[in-house]
């Protein structure tokens, strides 16, 4: 059942001025705020399913970790040479173990598409390699890497350390 919960609240664009002040206007000058239309106030409303438990979704058959901007998927929609993906070509784990609580390891990113300093600066921020070759990256993105190519070295070290 639908639970609802009503409120009035200052206006947070304007303050509760009912005057905005923008880029476009100084020296004096403010506009009457849209989002509240000058009242200085805002009426909230926000309908919503009260949690019971997470539900379980038919259509899901695998998760990731993180999507890094990557097209993820497989068959109709995919793209040329689509066909050869299956969904654990983009890592990850089947949803049942992801369901039963079962945590991402080592070997489950998006390794067929992404570097270590890639997936990590989505996945686990605090895991990205420090490498001096990545160092140089400033700016570009990860696909511009003269390593990219040979990502599957860059992953093998990452493996390495790890086991260190």
């Given at each position: 059942?639908?639970?609802?919960?009503?409120?009035?609240?200052?206006?947070?664009?304007?303050?509760?001025?009912?005057?905005?002040?923008?880029?476009?206007?100084?020296?004096?000058?403010?506009?009457?705020?849209?989002?509240?239309?000058?009242?200085?106030?805002?009426?909230?409303?926000?309908?919503?399913?009260?949690?019971?438990?997470?539900?379980?979704?038919?259509?899901?058959?695998?998760?990731?970790?993180?999507?890094p901007?990557?097209?993820?998927?497989?068959?109709?929609?995919?793209g040329?040479?689509?066909?050869?993906?299956?969904?654990?070509?983009?890592?990850?784990?089947?949803?049942?173990?992801?369901?039963?609580?079962?945590?991402?390891?080592?070997?489950?990113?998006?390794?067929?598409?992404?570097?270590?300093a890639?997936?990590?600066?989505?996945?686990?921020?605090?895991?990205k390699?420090?490498?001096?070759?990545?160092?140089?990256?400033?700016?570009?993105?990860?696909?511009?890497?003269?390593?990219?190519?040979?990502?599957?070295?860059?992953?093998?070290?990452?493996?390495?350390?790890?086991?260190e």
């Amino acid at each position: 059942m639908k639970k609802v919960i009503e409120w009035v609240q200052q206006c947070e664009f304007c303050g509760g001025t009912g005057v905005y002040v923008g880029i476009g206007e100084r020296d004096g000058i403010g506009v009457v705020c849209k989002s509240c239309s000058g009242s200085g106030k805002q009426e909230m409303r926000v309908e919503y399913l009260p949690f019971t438990k997470r539900r379980e979704d038919k259509k899901i058959k695998r998760v990731i970790e993180t999507n890094p901007g990557i097209m993820c998927g497989e068959g109709k929609g995919m793209g040329k040479g689509a066909a050869r993906y299956t969904l654990g070509y983009f890592g990850g784990m089947p949803y049942e173990d992801w369901l039963k609580g079962k945590k991402f390891e080592c070997g489950m990113e998006m390794r067929n598409f992404t570097c270590p300093a890639w997936w990590f600066q989505s996945a686990d921020y605090d895991k990205k390699p420090d490498w001096p070759e990545c160092k140089d990256m400033w700016g570009r993105s990860f696909s511009d890497c003269k390593r990219f190519k040979r990502k599957e070295k860059c992953w093998e070290k990452l493996d390495e350390e790890a086991v260190e």
